[in-house]
């Protein structure tokens, strides 16, 4: 519970416990269904210099997400690679804090985005053990209604459906037998003229290889449209299941208030992919401080996998393009 | 189970062909000449509504007021909002603003600390408010008489968190207000959901304790409509039982301790309360008697339970108000 959530009295929070925990009718206060999540609202493309960018919105909850790529040299093995992920908290999505407590908020839900989302991020690639694409995943909460990191992670997920990878052509020197052309990423070296330059390379075989080569560059190469990058159906979403205290009752989607009277959830991160077609879990997260027994646990992964599934195909259905 | 839209961005940058020639123009070749007493008379006047630095009018006769300044001999706005004149006084009223108490004001508040003798309350003002300990009733009616235990016990009657219903007495020096609740319909809240809406949108009426009879609920839903913007909704009491009739419980005024709703009452709590958010959102003054009309159009109109749908929310806004929204 490191978010800060507002103060409600001893009575609001009876009311709201005993509403959520009736086994035949729960009431939830805007008359949702307990499993009811309120609209969500995603934009693409909110940032146009950003490479990938977007924008969601749950009820009171927004969250801006923006990726930038950074070229690294890097191995398939060393992981350097890897995407960075940052959260920031602005004041004014919790007016009455501390700035202080807002940065360990901050570093807080960071920390659970690298666990769980940046992992699951195939490598982007510009040439294969050599150089990478990094992406630095930079998120925004604007404002807070409960549910904040399920906005967080649909933010994360929505800006890497909206990424568009540049196209890379390397500029290379080819020495004199080079009727091979090197390919780059997905370009074609251009022969360059190289006549003046020839004399001060030297070729390390005569063989018609071509391994002569001077000062390696690359260029971005805009002349083709730009791909979505593979795999982005099957990046992580996450599933917050709240528990009301003393029931067996769980709900999705809970407002700061119900956040407040009902603080222990169980998150479950689920990615798919396109070969099994099968749902693989990919983080659990128990907070909140109540204690379950452990044989409800099987059934609520099951349930947040059914739940999950329906907000894949969701999403899946609508990415940009 | 997920309803998930794509909107297109909204772009916040502004392209010259956008704006329209007139507002390119430095504001001091705009003319804001010497306004003649018609002006912000009561017909329609030609400039009505003022965004902060705008000047209104450079001539000296006027005198300033809230919401406004002097720079040179121009008297400029400092708010967005609506001109005022009162004789040679010219002021602007915001159109958005912290809530601004009067003495008699009926607020709800949330205690946030427990001082010597008295509470600090945020009623959603400039300041806390401060309601003393000598301004509460004691449970066991209103002719019991403090003690010196009392003023050790005070977390037994309001503790921080605890919502309650008071009325402005006075204010303090320094504009934090007094509250008092030396009556027997004032005190603390239970049985219900608290919701916020600008403060603006409540009007100061007579009263400010509302029932919605049944069929709305097996009691009916009671609606406080805090001048401070916070509004309670309840489960229906009746009128004894508030105001301290036969029903009246003194020894249990400052119990936590919920009574027993069944869920139809608590979704009719929640019903209202979407209404009244609706209203709120769209900027509509809330009285009791939209509420309820709202309330019997959803009924005559028998529409599913849950949260209204967007096409029926701007149904009822255009039936019930008579606004058209567009998305």
């Known amino acids: 519970m490191s978010l800060p959530l507002p103060t409600l009295s001893p009575s609001e929070i009876s009311y709201i416990q005993t509403s959520l925990s009736d086994p035949i009718h729960p009431t939830r206060s805007d008359s949702r269904s307990l499993l009811d999540t309120r609209p969500i609202e995603v934009s693409y493309g909110v940032f146009p210099h950003a490479n990938g960018s977007s924008r969601i919105k749950i009820g009171g909850t927004e969250v801006v997400a923006g990726i930038k790529l950074e070229v690294v040299d890097s191995s398939e093995s060393s992981k350097g690679w890897k995407g960075k992920v940052e959260v920031d908290i602005t004041p004014q999505a919790f007016p009455a ?113 071509n391994i002569t080569k001077g000062g390696e560059d690359w260029d971005l190469d805009l002349s083709e449209d730009l791909d979505h990058i593979d795999g982005r159906e099957e990046l992580p979403v996450l599933v917050t299941l709240n528990l009301v205290p003393n029931s067996p009752n769980i709900f999705l989607d809970a407002t700061s208030q119900e956040e407040s009277a009902c603080p222990s959830k169980l998150h479950l991160f689920f990615t798919t992919s396109s070969t099994e077609k099968s749902l693989k879990v990919c983080g659990i997260r128990f907070e909140g401080g109540q204690s379950i027994d452990n044989s409800r646990i099987k059934g609520l992964i099951e349930e947040g996998a059914r739940i999950a599934g329906e907000l894949i195909s969701g999403l899946n259905g609508n990415l940009p393009q | 189970m997920f309803s998930i839209n794509t909107v297109p961005p909204s772009s916040t940058q502004s392209f010259s062909d956008d704006i329209p020639s007139t507002h390119r123009r ?150 934090a207000m007094s509250l008092h609740t030396r009556s027997l319909k004032y005190g603390k809240l239970r049985n219900g959901q608290l919701l916020t809406v600008p403060p603006q949108l409540i009007r100061r009426l007579k009263s400010h304790f509302h029932h919605i009879p049944p ?101 009822m806004l255009a039936e019930v108000v008579g606004i058209e929204v567009y998305a």
Not at chain 1, 111 to 119: D, E, M, T, V, Y
Not at chain 1, 140 to 166: E, H, Q, Y
Not at chain 2, 264 to 290: C, F, H, M, Y
Request: glycine share 10%; net charge negative; hydrophobic share 35%.
């Open chain 1, 97 to 209: 804090s501390q700035p202080s407590n807002l940065s360990s908020s901050s570093a807080y839900l960071s920390s659970i985005l690298q666990s769980h989302f940046i992992p699951s991020i195939p490598p982007l690639v510009i040439i294969p053990n050599q150089k990478y694409f990094q992406p630095q995943l930079h998120l925004t909460l604007i404002s807070s209604d409960g549910n904040v990191l399920s906005a967080l992670v649909l933010g994360a997920r929505s800006a890497f459906a909206d990424l568009k990878l540049p196209k890379i052509k390397i500029i290379s020197w080819v020495g004199e037998n080079g009727e091979n052309e090197v390919e780059g990423a997905e370009g074609v070296i251009g022969k360059g003229d190289l006549s003046g330059i020839k004399a001060a390379i030297k070729s390390k075989s005569k063989k018609g290889r």
């Open chain 2, 26 to 175: 430095h504001p001091a070749e705009l003319e804001a000449m010497d306004l003649d007493e018609d002006e912000f008379g009561a017909g329609p006047s030609r400039r009505n509504i003022v965004t902060p630095g705008e000047m209104i009018t450079s001539s000296k006769e006027y005198m300033r007021g809230h919401g406004t300044y002097v720079e040179e001999t121009n008297v400029i706005s400092s708010v967005t909002g609506t001109i005022e004149r009162v004789n040679k006084l010219i002021s602007v009223k915001p159109v958005r603003s912290k809530y601004v108490p009067e003495v008699g004001d009926l607020v709800i508040g949330r205690i946030v600390e427990v001082g010597p003798q008295r509470w600090r309350v945020d009623a959603n003002g400039r300041q806390d408010a401060v309601l003393m300990l000598s301004s509460v009733n004691l449970p066991g009616g209103v002719q019991r008489r403090k003690i010196e235990s009392d003023a050790l016990k005070m977390r037994e009657f309001l503790a921080e968190g605890d919502l309650l219903v008071a009325e402005v007495q006075a204010f303090f020096g320094d504009g």
């Open chain 2, 215 to 315: 069929p709305c609920g097996p009691t009916g839903v009671d609606v406080i409509l805090g001048l401070n913007g916070y509004v309670w909704v309840s489960n229906g009491t009746s009128q004894d039982k508030r105001e301290g009739g036969e029903g009246f419980d003194s020894e249990g005024v400052y119990s936590d301790k919920n009574d027993d709703i069944p869920p139809e009452g608590r979704q009719a709590i929640s019903t209202v309360s979407n209404l009244i958010k609706l209203l709120a959102d769209q900027g509509i003054p809330l009285t009791d008697t939209l509420i309820e009309e709202s309330y019997n159009w959803l009924n005559q109109n028998q529409l599913p339970p849950g949260p209204l749908a967007q096409p029926d929310k701007e149904r």
